[in-house]
């Protein structure tokens, strides 16, 4: 993702990372580093995107206790333990 216009913060488990007009970031395929963008500024920010949805990646939240799993059928969503979510 980059960050082509504005302020917004990086949230990711390991906590928060304000972000300028111009910076990067990048998550690997595979790994469970939950991450989110929130803007706190009342100026509009523009960013862009380049990835590919890979089969078998799960899908992590930082702030919340849950989690997406690919599974053969679909999708499930489950807690951060495994179990599922109620």
Same mark, same amino acid.
């Given at each position: 993702?980059?960050?082509?216009? %504005? $302020?917004?913060?990086?949230?990711?488990?390991?906590?928060? @990372?304000?972000? /300028? =007009?111009?910076?990067?970031?990048?998550?690997?395929? %595979? $790994?469970?580093?939950?991450?989110?963008?929130?803007?706190? @500024?009342?100026? /509009? =920010?523009?960013?862009?995107?380049?990835?590919?949805?890979?089969?078998?990646?799960?899908?992590?939240?930082?702030?919340?206790?849950?989690?997406?799993?690919?599974?053969?059928?679909?999708?499930?969503?489950?807690?951060?333990?495994?179990?599922?979510?109620?």
């Amino acid at each position: 993702m980059c960050l082509l216009q %504005g $302020e917004l913060t990086l949230v990711t488990d390991d906590g928060e @990372s304000p972000m /300028a =007009a111009g910076m990067c970031i990048g998550v690997w395929a %595979g $790994e469970p580093v939950g991450h989110h963008l929130i803007t706190r @500024s009342e100026k /509009a =920010a523009t960013f862009i995107v380049v990835g590919a949805r890979v089969s078998a990646v799960d899908e992590h939240d930082p702030d919340d206790d849950l989690q997406w799993i690919e599974l053969e059928d679909g999708y499930r969503a489950s807690r951060k333990d495994g179990t599922p979510h109620e």
